[in-house]
């Protein structure tokens, strides 16, 4: 709460009453830390691997002798440049929704060939740490009208959090079925991974946030998978929902309608 006092004179300069203005700015002031919190993260994200990739080229400038060392130095830099294009890819896609200027590209399609699809491009991944992923897809084909790449870009989201969450010769489970009403459709993915802790399910979507950064780094993500997966789920009018019980797993429940309006 702001207030404001102004001492009300008479044409003496007597003092002869007060304006009090009481102004919630609760809500505004909640939105400007964000901001600045926001901005902190973005720059504090850029300028890691802008570290790393000044401290590496100088020395290869100064003259690395061994040619093994220097491609070793050389991947380091290629890998913080992939860095940091993932993470303006991302906070562009961001901007897109905020500005509202993102036009969903919806028409119909498949869900069960998406999602064979969507397995198949992750399965290198999850086999290099003996990973299971087992597939649980209706008989008949599901068909829904939705933005392909879009949704795409939400299953495979998902299913890479399941897989770099969970550790070797862990499950990953996905299943697609109709929702409790005929309207609906849900992409369930299940993991036998770390989980998240309860009190850190509400954060989970907020722009940046991780349980643990460094893991989170390390695994090669910016904290912003999540954001733009709600932003794309609930711009198809869907819901996203994470459930977890830590140390054990995770699930990710994303219910969708079946039939939106065309290109809207
Ligand atoms: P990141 O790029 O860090 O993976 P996300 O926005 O995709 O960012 O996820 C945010 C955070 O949520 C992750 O850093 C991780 O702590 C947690 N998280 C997401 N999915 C899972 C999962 N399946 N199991 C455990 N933790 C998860």
């Keep these: 709460l702001k207030v404001n006092f102004a001492p009300f004179l008479d044409e003496r300069?007597?003092?002869?009453?007060?304006?009090f203005v009481l102004q919630d700015i609760t809500e505004e002031e909640r939105?400007?830390?964000?901001?600045?919190?926001?901005?902190?993260?973005v720059s504090h994200e850029l300028k890691t691997p802008l570290t790393s990739i000044k401290s590496y080229t100088e020395t290869i400038l100064d003259g690395v002798e061994?040619?093994?060392?220097?491609?070793?130095?050389?991947?380091?830099?290629?890998?913080?440049a992939d860095r940091m294009s993932r993470l303006v890819r991302d906070l562009l896609e961001l901007s897109n929704f905020d500005s509202d200027t993102v036009r969903l590209k919806k028409n119909e399609y498949n869900i069960n060939q998406m999602i064979n699809s969507c397995v198949f491009k992750v399965k290198v991944t999850a086999d290099q740490k003996r990973q299971t992923i087992i597939k649980q897809l209706p008989e008949k084909a599901l068909?829904?009208?939705?933005?392909y790449d879009k949704i795409e870009q939400v299953i495979l989201n998902i299913l890479s959090n399941a897989i770099k969450y969970t550790g070797e010769d862990g499950q990953i489970e996905v299943e697609?079925?109709?929702?409790?009403?005929?309207?609906?459709?849900?992409?369930?993915?299940?993991?036998?991974?770390?989980?998240?802790?309860?009190?850190?399910?509400?954060?989970?979507?907020?722009r940046f946030y991780r349980v643990d950064k460094a893991r989170s780094r390390a695994l090669g993500?910016?904290?912003?998978?999540?954001?733009?997966?709600?932003?794309?789920?609930?711009?198809?009018?869907?819901k996203i929902e994470i459930t977890s019980e830590y140390g054990l797993g995770t699930k990710v429940t994303i219910s969708l309608p079946f039939q939106e309006t065309l290109n809207v």
Excluded at 13 to 19: L, P
Excluded at 181 to 197: A, C, H, L, N, Q
């Design 143 to 147: 068909i829904a009208v939705v933005d």
């Design 66 to 80: 061994d040619p093994e060392l220097q491609r070793t130095f050389l991947e380091v830099v290629n890998t913080e």
């Design 176 to 206: 697609l079925r109709t929702g409790e009403t005929s309207e609906w459709f849900d992409i369930v993915v299940m993991d036998t991974g770390m989980g998240i802790p309860k009190e850190d399910l509400d954060r989970i979507y907020e």
């Design 13 to 19: 300069s007597v003092k002869v009453g007060a304006v």
């Design 31 to 41: 939105l400007d830390n964000m901001r600045r919190e926001f901005v902190a993260n």
């Design 221 to 238: 993500g910016t904290g912003l998978g999540l954001s733009i997966a709600k932003e794309i789920v609930e711009a198809h009018r869907g």
